[in-house]
């Protein structure tokens, strides 16, 4: 997100035609209690005062980085719990998604991984400057919380991922699935 360098916190809007174009990829995890909740991260843009979606957790992967050590390092960074990659069911779900946000364009490879574990207290103290700015919230969800809410989810699947997830963890390892190719924005791409 574009900050002015005199305060972190203040947003300055990229007007659309001129925004920025990234690409990376990234590691996601369906963290899954043994509540049969999962977690999400409700996020934003600070260029379109209250608008917000939920995600799981999960970020960039780093040069050198395996996705699945990426996966472990940032469950660790957003939530608190350390996790090893013995501990990751997948990849789950291997997609492109294009976030079109106010101030950039993000073309995005995602890969997604399920991890079960024990409910636990969540602590936001590794969120880096960009992820205190938008990710305001965290919660847990049920199942039938998020097939009645009226909340955006991003991804959209999230459901069927879950389900999903809940096969491979039981059978052997198998492809990902193909999520194909989606656009989550705020402002369209």
Do not use: N
């Amino acid at each position: 997100m574009a900050l002015e360098e005199d305060s972190p916190r203040t947003f300055v809007p990229v007007p659309p035609a001129e925004r920025p174009r990234r690409s990376r990829s990234t590691a996601r995890v369906l963290l899954i209690d043994d509540r049969d909740r999962i977690l999400l991260f409700a996020d934003s843009d600070p260029g379109i005062p209250g608008v917000r979606w939920w995600i799981t957790p999960g970020g960039g992967i780093d040069d050198g980085e395996s996705e699945a050590v990426a996966a472990v390092r940032e469950v660790e960074e957003e939530t608190g719990l350390r996790i090893t990659e013995a501990d990751l069911v997948g990849p789950t779900m291997r997609r492109r998604v294009v976030h079109g946000y106010s101030d950039v364009v993000i073309d995005q490879q995602d890969v997604f991984y399920a991890c079960w574990v024990p409910a636990f207290e969540v602590s936001t103290a590794g969120h880096t400057e960009e992820e205190q700015l938008t990710m305001a919230a965290h919660r847990w969800w049920t199942r039938e919380e998020l097939a009645t809410t009226d909340e955006e989810i991003w991804p959209a699947v999230l459901l069927d991922l879950w389900k999903d997830a809940d096969v491979r963890r039981d059978a052997a390892a198998s492809a990902p699935a193909d999520g194909g190719r989606v656009e989550e924005s705020t402002v369209p791409a």
